[in-house]
């Protein structure tokens, strides 16, 4: 049996992605260690970006009928509990970071907020894309395919936003996913089109 050496093109394109991908996860957040003490600092505009692409995807997604069908109207209830909720973290959020353009994780409103942020844009992903990217996987359509799109540009702003403070290093789902810039151009799409 003959051993196959790796695509150099392939290895190059993963090289690239990762790259790419880290610069993208350093740009929304610094970590400074001090001893056994370790201070994350959030970049206040990519945690609203990214959290108000979220926002759009859910309001538009929940609104397309194949998505409120599969999801039943006590989880479509349950999806504009979690969208309002998400609204509000968001706002928090803001209202916490004022008009700094970076904050520490480790102040108490600003982790409050951020963490309000994480769990409604998990809830997101368990009540909204899994729909999408599970339920819908024997229908074709142009909706269809448009709303699979929008959710894999929104599962990498969840995994974006879960990696600013994740200590154990990125959370990435993907091997090299679009930056956060290209998902929520993805996104804004899906809402102008299908919104």
Do not use: W
Request: hydrophobic share 50%; aromatic share 4%.
């Amino acid at each position: 049996m003959a051993h196959l050496s790796p695509d150099p093109a392939r290895r190059m394109v993963l090289r690239t992605g990762c790259a790419a991908l880290a610069a993208g996860l350093l740009a929304a957040c610094t970590r400074a260690r001090s001893g056994s003490v370790t201070t994350v600092t959030l970049n206040v505009a990519d945690v609203v970006d990214y959290g108000n692409a979220v926002l759009s995807f859910a309001t538009t997604a929940i609104g397309l009928t194949f998505v409120s069908t599969a999801m039943g109207a006590a989880n479509v209830a349950l999806a504009n509990a979690v969208i309002a909720s998400l609204r509000a973290a968001l706002a928090a959020f803001q209202s916490a970071a004022g008009a700094s353009m970076s904050v520490t994780y480790d102040s108490a409103s600003v982790k409050t907020a951020f963490d309000s942020i994480l769990t409604d844009v998990g809830k997101v992903d368990t009540l909204i894309i899994s729909v999408i990217t599970g339920t819908a996987t024997n229908l074709t359509s142009s909706v269809v395919s448009d709303a699979r799109t929008a959710a894999g540009a929104a599962q990498t702003l969840i995994d974006l936003l879960k990696a600013m403070v994740d200590m154990s290093g990125p959370r990435l789902r993907g091997v090299s996913p679009p930056g956060g810039a290209a998902a929520i151009g993805e996104i804004a799409i899906f809402a102008a089109v299908r919104g």
